[in-house]
């Protein structure tokens, strides 16, 4: 299985991110879902400095998680582990974008 690099967009910021073949729809799925979360909280208009709003952002959907995990919902925990996990790179590309061209 190979992995592709992939254009994504955060508020405004353009970034480059690995993604396994076939994953894809499942990346933009995450994209979409941290976009959102995102622009919630940059429209509540207390924060403005897009990493301190990624960082917000990865606080409330992990609380979410974790919420969901003691509710027991039927939620497909890997599916959503995985979402986690992409957006959680993708933060980490927001806070610092020059260290995946580092990593190449």
Do not use: W
């Amino acid at each position: 299985m190979g992995i592709q690099q992939v254009e994504i967009n955060l508020l405004g910021q353009r970034l480059y991110v690995s993604c396994p073949d076939g994953e894809k729809p499942a990346l933009m799925e995450a994209v979409r879902f941290l976009e959102t979360r995102m622009r919630s909280i940059r429209e509540a208009g207390r924060v403005v400095d897009v990493g301190k709003i990624a960082l917000l952002a990865a606080l409330n959907i992990t609380h979410d998680y974790l919420h969901t995990q003691v509710a027991g919902s039927d939620v497909d925990l890997l599916q959503f582990q995985g979402k986690i996990e992409a957006m959680s790179r993708l933060i980490d590309e927001v806070l610092d974008p020059d260290a995946d061209e580092a990593h190449d």
